[in-house]
């Protein structure tokens, strides 16, 4: 009976348990093995249970839902299968399934059996008091698992990461780890975004067991996880979900819409049962694997028809975004749906009974973009793109974001963020510290791609680890203990957190100065305020009057220009009381070349 009304919502577009269904489950008897393929004349399983060629075991039509299923009884866990279909002019397609649990990554692409009932979880804690982060830190590092570091053979695994990453995280006072997608894909350069299997855990890495164990370890040493997920497009390779049963049952029929700027078919999304399928496989990730957030990749693309706004809207495409996140928030209120958006469409985050997409969070793609044009202009000309810094407070509560440096500014001939930097190599050094500075300071969620906070010059290889020699050169040894000490402090001063989505937790007090280029702006939160300034030039100002906002007594909670931090300055604990300035309570303080200074009211 169950079966039956999960399949009958599979239909409708609306089921989020489809995995239960299709795949390969262990059962009294044997195996059972279900598949979706209504335009197959034949469907067969083959594995070294059936001699794989010798004796295809040949499935059995359920109804006229498209849905076709046997029990093998010699099948065991571990073992490899495909479904053997043909197709409707008697053309025989091997298939990977498209809900295996685990998967070869490569050689012949054979799904695999795996029993997800034997995994053993300690997280209990963790799952009860986890939440959204709305009024709390969130300071997440971005990983890609293959390449962050290996171990003495080479190779990077989950068990390796779990040793390894677990106090590195902890150390570096960062709240979450995003893995870009760990879902199974064929080919190493797509860094999983070109997935072939949406139920399966890479296989590169170790077992489904083993990802359990490091996901179940991070959250006992309080960090969350998040995963990137892929629901626009997926690889063209004929093991997979291309012309599954011999028709475009998962793509667009018209090539037009099914391809992709990136090689691949985009899914359509229009269709009930894929949208049950995408549906299913997000909230797999959050049922079997806990995860506490999905970062939802190329949104822009689901939003418009190919991206492109000039096409017009997609509104199959956004019926099942909302559909989807409505879902998750319906099974999973506890799990962030963040949204990768580059376009400026309204209503991202905002809940879908206002009309909104009904995430949680939304990329500000805007900020980056802004930050990193204005942080490259040689200082001569930035007192022209005075407004780049401004313009993120404009629009910013319009929806809830979160501040990305991600992998994407760190590929692709962009260089990585230090090297974005203007000037020669101290001056990079200086730039990319008070940038920082600016970033933890400003409204929104911190993202972080694994690297930047060691400031590494070269850009993302998936085939190397980090480059950790640079933390024997003193100057990246002293950028690690300021970014350190930024994510530090960020996590424990509500200010720069708590109110977030509140206009008045953020005031500007000097936005005007663009010939000198100095900025200044508090954070606030209950009784505490915390003042940022900002010196975007190679002018020293000995002596320069700071707006503060309040009375009392103000001391310097960081300042980036210190030498233990790489600078020339010397540190300064002392207290400064307030002067009036034109009636505003200001300091006077050293605010040093391109330096980033906190000050807080004792």
């Known amino acids: 009976m169950k079966t039956q009304k999960l399949i009958d919502l599979f239909h409708e577009g609306t089921c989020i348990d489809a995995w239960q269904v299709f795949g390969a489950h262990k059962c009294e008897g044997g195996v059972r093995f279900t598949v979706y393929a209504p335009h197959a004349r034949n469907v067969s399983v083959i594995g070294p249970f059936t001699g794989w060629n010798d004796h295809p075991l040949r499935m059995e039509r359920t109804g006229f839902t498209g849905v076709w299923s046997i029990v093998s009884e010699r099948a065991i866990e571990q073992d490899q299968y495909k479904y053997r279909i043909e197709d409707s002019h008697g053309q025989i397609h091997d298939k990977g399934d498209p809900y295996a649990f685990e998967a070869e990554y490569d050689g012949a692409h054979a799904s695999i059996i795996y029993d997800l009932n034997k995994f053993r979880w300690h997280d209990e804690a963790w799952m009860q008091k986890r939440n959204k982060n709305f009024d ?71 077992s489904p067991k083993d990802f359990v164990s490091l996901v179940d370890a991070l959250h006992e040493a309080g960090i969350g996880v998040i995963m990137d997920i892929v629901p626009v497009h997926f690889v063209k390779d004929e093991f997979g979900l291309k012309l599954f049963d011999g028709e475009q049952l998962y793509e667009y029929h018209h090539i037009y819409d099914a391809e992709s700027p990136w090689g691949t078919l985009n899914f359509n999304l229009w269709k009930d049962e894929v949208r049950s ?75 879908i009974e206002d009309g909104g997409l009904g995430f949680d969070y939304k990329w500000d793609l805007g900020w980056m973009n802004d930050t990193l044009e204005y942080y490259g202009k040689d200082p001569v000309y930035r ?121 008045e937790g953020f005031v500007w007090l000097d936005d005007g100065d663009a010939q000198e280029c100095i900025f200044v702006f508090a954070r606030i939160a209950d009784t505490e305020r915390i003042v940022c300034a900002m010196n975007m030039t190679s002018s020293d100002y000995p002596d320069r009057i700071v707006p503060v906002g309040k009375e009392g007594n103000w001391r310097i909670l960081v300042n980036s220009a ?41």
């Not at 959050?286 to 693309?301: E, F, K, P, T, W």
């Not at 810094?389 to 692709?412: C, G």
């Open 383 to 503: 007192p022209f793109e005075h407004g780049r810094l401004l313009f993120s407070m404009a629009y910013f509560y319009s929806e809830r974001f979160l501040l990305p440096l991600s992998h994407d500014e760190n590929v692709h001939g962009k260089k990585s963020v230090i090297d974005r930097m203007w000037g020669d190599y101290d001056t990079k050094f200086a730039e990319v510290r008070n940038l920082y500075g600016y970033m933890f300071a400003h409204p929104g969620g911190k993202l972080n791609f694994m690297g930047n906070e060691m400031a590494v010059f070269r850009e993302f290889d998936e085939k190397r680890e980090l480059d950790w020699i640079l933390l024997d050169y003193p100057m990246h040894q002293k950028f690690v203990h300021y970014f350190t000490t930024l994510c530090q402090l960020y996590r424990s001063h509500p200010a720069l957190y708590a109110w977030d989505d509140k206009e």
């Open 562 to 602: 210190e030498k233990q931090y790489g600078g020339i300055m010397e540190t300064v604990n002392d207290t400064f009381g307030t002067v009036r300035e034109n009636d505003i309570p200001c300091v006077h303080v050293h605010l040093g070349p391109y330096a980033c200074m906190w000050l807080v009211r004792d």
């Open 277 to 351: 399928f995408l549906m299913s496989a997000c909230s797999f990730w959050c049922d079997v694997y806990h995860m506490d957030g999905l970062r939802i990749d190329a949104v822009s693309n689901m939003i418009y028809w190919g991206g492109d706004k000039r096409r017009g809207e997609n509104e199959g495409a956004i019926t099942f975004v909302k559909r989807l996140n409505y879902a998750m928030q319906a099974r999973h209120p506890q799990v962030m749906m963040i949204a990768e958006d580059s376009t400026d469409y309204p209503g991202v985050t905002r809940a």
């Open 136 to 206: 709390a830190p969130m300071n997440i590092y971005e990983l890609y698992a293959g390449g962050w570091k290996k171990d003495a053979g080479g190779k990077c695994s989950y068990r390796f990461l779990q040793n390894e990453l677990i106090p590195y995280l902890k150390e570096h006072a960062y709240t979450h780890v995003e893995f870009m997608p760990l879902n199974e894909h064929p080919y190493d350069g797509s860094w999983g975004y070109q997935a072939s299997g949406y139920f399966a855990v890479t296989s590169r890495y170790g």
